[in-house]
């Protein structure tokens, strides 16, 4: 992954050697010193040395993005998002210690994987202490976040000079959040509780989560950069709270939920968003930033209704222990190869600055033109309308500081290379592949190497 080689020059300083090579066992009569002979000779020798200095001018080191972007984009964080099993893979590792400075885990960190994916009923109880009170609590599980973040720990110990930092993802979402928690004692057939003691579990979650992994005491602690705290609680219907009936043939009884939100249903307003912004400032280092995440949200409707609620979240701002605190917007950046426009990309980032300062490009990847197959034959020309969308954002992202005062502090791309993307699979969840289209949205093919939209992103001056 480091260098690129051109092989001509290669091949033809091998032909030339197997000739001398060659030359060197023949006989004395086919050996004798004659002026022909040195001439030949010299002649391989100047062409032995032009194949040299050629091969060493077309090898060139392919630039790391962590060296590119933040330069360009004044001290950006680059990164990229990983599962648990791609970190396994040491082509995606290469890539992300070579190219990143940032990683998001897709799933590890969320509220399913960290109750151990134990979806349909609840993993076990265990009593804990929250603001004087003993309460019955569920049982947590962070190996699988923890066997991440120890290799990314052990990369950072060995190299001081190059660090991968983390963003935590995500403390309060509708989807992925098992429909027991929402329950009395933790059961999915029982009645919901009520507002008072959903913000007890709230408040009990966000601590501990933020506490094990940013406190004090946590062997983590300076790994995390920032944390999503509320990720897509506004509706692209109605551009509002999203709702418990999104979706009317989504059953509030699944075990966990795509569209519909069992968070609305127990409080029926924004309280919960409040809060966990509140909690989130009461539990995290002053260090740690705090977002609030969301896709579509370059769209009309949907962007006046994120508004309205960083809003809402800036009005209730505080000291630590009574307010709210929020860093910046993260706008996912699921996009197509034609939508969003230059112009909407630079509106929607400016009005969400506007509100909380900051912005972050935090699931960035491409979905397919229409035409696309997935051939072949169709690769190439997918690859070039690749790299003109993504010139086409870069440059608007890096013209917001310079036209209109935005300040874009970081770049997350979702995924690495091409086939493991989320968008490889059929999926109805915000910003998915509904078409079970092949896609390839990211910077790295399968062969792990870079892509023409790479040189986008990678570059020197």
Request: proline share 4%.
């Amino acid at each position: 992954m480091k260098k690129v080689y051109i092989l001509t020059a290669t091949l033809i300083l091998q032909t030339i050697l197997t000739a001398c090579s060659a030359a060197d066992t023949r006989g004395p009569a086919a050996t004798a010193d004659t002026s022909a002979e040195k001439a030949e000779a010299e002649q391989i020798r100047e062409e032995k040395a032009e194949v040299k200095e050629e091969e060493t001018m077309n090898t060139t080191e392919i630039p790391a993005l962590r060296d590119c972007v933040p330069v360009e984009m004044e001290g950006a964080l680059i990164g990229c998002e990983v599962t648990y099993d791609e970190l396994k893979d040491p082509g995606v590792f290469d890539i992300l210690t070579t190219h990143f400075n940032a990683v998001t885990f897709g799933n590890e960190l969320k509220p399913d994987c960290l109750f151990g994916y134990r979806n349909s009923a609840c993993p076990g109880t265990v009593e804990d202490t929250l603001n004087g009170e003993t309460i019955l609590v569920p049982k947590l599980n962070f190996t699988r976040a923890e066997e991440m973040l120890d290799k990314i720990y052990a990369y950072n110990a060995q190299n001081p000079d190059r660090q991968i930092r983390v963003r935590g993802h995500v403390l309060v979402w509708h989807s992925q959040t098992p429909e027991w928690f929402f329950h009395e004692d933790y059961i999915k057939s029982k009645d919901y509780v009520d507002p008072e003691t959903m913000n007890k579990r709230l408040e009990w979650y966000i601590k501990t989560v933020l506490e094990h992994f940013t406190g004090p005491d946590s062997k983590y602690k300076d790994m995390f950069y920032g944390w999503d705290v509320v990720n897509e609680a506004i509706s692209d219907s109605s551009g509002k709270l999203r709702t418990d009936a999104e979706k009317a043939e989504e059953k509030l009884t699944n075990d966990t939920h795509g569209s519909n939100s069992s968070w609305y249903h127990v409080y029926g307003s924004n309280e919960f968003i409040i809060n966990a912004f509140r909690y989130a400032n009461k539990y995290a280092p002053d260090s740690l930033e705090l977002y609030y995440n969301d896709y579509n949200e370059t769209d009309l409707k949907k962007r006046n209704g994120i508004i309205e609620l960083l809003k809402e979240i800036k009005e209730n701002e505080g000291p630590k222990g009574e307010g709210t605190r929020i860093t910046a917007m993260g706008m996912q950046g699921h996009y197509h190869m034609d939508q969003p426009s230059a112009n909407e990309v630079q509106v929607s980032a400016e009005a969400y600055a506007d509100v909380v300062g900051a912005v972050q490009l935090t699931e960035l990847d491409i979905r397919a033109s229409a035409e696309y197959d997935g051939s072949e034959e169709m690769k190439e020309a997918e690859n070039e309308k690749l790299r003109k969308r993504y010139n086409m954002l870069y440059y608007t992202l890096t013209s917001l500081k310079k036209v209109s005062g935005v300040n874009v502090t970081g770049i997350t791309f979702w995924g690495t290379v091409d086939h493991y993307s989320w968008l490889q699979t059929f999926s109805e969840v915000g910003g998915g592949n509904t078409k079970n289209q092949p896609q390839m949205p990211l910077l790295f093919d399968e062969n792990y190497e870079p892509k023409p939209a790479f040189y986008v992103f990678a570059k020197t001056s």
